[in-house]
């Protein structure tokens, strides 16, 4: 239940969970009786968590076209070179993200990944590789799929990916914690105290630096929140225009946190014409679409931030 209400994406996982049991029980079960009555109570747990994620799926039907539109920028193709570049950075920073931007050469990193992953899929004792391996692959077909065959842009957000970059993270901690088993004084056991001090060194400092940093790369459209904010208090009458886009609340909510009090923020009417009060100089638009460019007529300039 709880998984369910953190995230609707949550429901390839009990996808995950009924396959592995299943392959459980027929593979592996010595007591066919116990292993079915494990499988009544996940699934009368699956029920319950059903049931009470019922009411926010009664909107999901109900509300689809609104859905729709929140969900739109996900339709946004990008290439399949950046798309490809998106999950080698999700997976590099998973164990190390020491500054907001990403450098290339990181991704040597997914050398030693692979060999992980390699090695996991050899040697992790079944059954339960086949549930880390499950959870990785499944989420990788729900996120990446989409964006490989359909087009879009799921891919650059890593909090859609977490579930496979959980199972990387668990697959790593088996090797290494094989590793360390070896007897004292191998070279597999040092190699295995290396494998493990050096992420836990790289992890700490990036968190460091992330509590400390401003703003960092994985909050993508909020990245420059803050700049945009000492921008637009520095005006004397600032209106904020927000356009009538997906990302549009989102973005006007985290930016309200960060004006001062002179700010006037106007959003977009559902209904009507997009007017806005006189006498506000200057004017910024937050996401502008189309309508919203319009009403400010041809004549009117608009200029980007700088670096935003």
């Known amino acids: ?109 997914l050398l030693p990944l692979g060999w992980v992953l390699w090695s996991f899929v050899r040697a992790a004792p079944r059954p339960g590789a086949w549930l880390i391996l499950s959870m990785a692959l499944a989420y990788v077909g729900v996120v990446l799929g989409p964006d490989l065959l359909l087009g879009g842009s799921r891919s650059q957000q890593a909090r859609y990916a977490l579930p496979t970059l959980l199972a990387l993270q668990l697959m790593t901690a088996w090797r290494i914690g094989a590793a360390l088993g070896r007897a004292s004084g191998s070279m597999r056991r040092r190699l295995g105290l290396g494998a493990l001090t050096l992420p836990l060194a790289l992890g700490l400092l990036s968190q460091i630096l992330i509590a400390r940093a401003e703003t960092w790369s994985t909050k993508h459209f909020s990245a420059r929140t803050r700049e945009v904010a000492r921008l637009v208090n520095a005006g004397e009458r600032p209106l904020v225009l927000a356009g009538d886009s997906s990302v549009s609340t989102g973005e006007l909510v985290a930016l309200a946190h960060h004006l001062e009090p002179h700010v006037r ?14 006498g506000y100089d200057p004017i910024f638009l937050l996401t502008p679409t189309e309508p919203l460019r319009r009403a400010l007529g041809q004549d009117t300039e608009i200029r980007p931030l700088a670096g935003t």
């Not at 049931?51 to 739109?72: C, K, M, N, Y």
């Not at 999950?87 to 907001?100: A, K």
């Not at 923020?265 to 014409?273: A, K, Q, S, V």
Request: net charge positive; hydrophobic share 50%.
């Open 1 to 109: 239940m709880l998984g369910l209400y953190s995230h609707p994406l949550f429901l390839p996982m009990i996808a995950v969970q009924a396959f592995w049991g299943l392959l459980v029980l027929f593979l592996y079960g010595q007591d066919r009786r116990y292993g079915l009555e494990q499988v009544r109570r996940w699934a009368i747990s699956v029920g319950f968590a059903l049931l009470a994620f019922s009411p926010w799926l009664w909107v999901i039907l109900t509300q689809h076209e609104r859905v729709g539109d929140l969900t739109a920028w996900m339709q946004r193709p990008i290439g399949r070179p950046e798309m490809l570049a998106a999950w080698g950075r999700h997976l590099v920073e998973t164990f190390v993200d020491p500054n907001p931007g990403f450098a290339p050469g990181r991704l040597w990193l």
């Open 265 to 278: 923020l106007w959003g977009r009417p559902r209904h009507g014409e997009t007017t806005w009060p006189p």
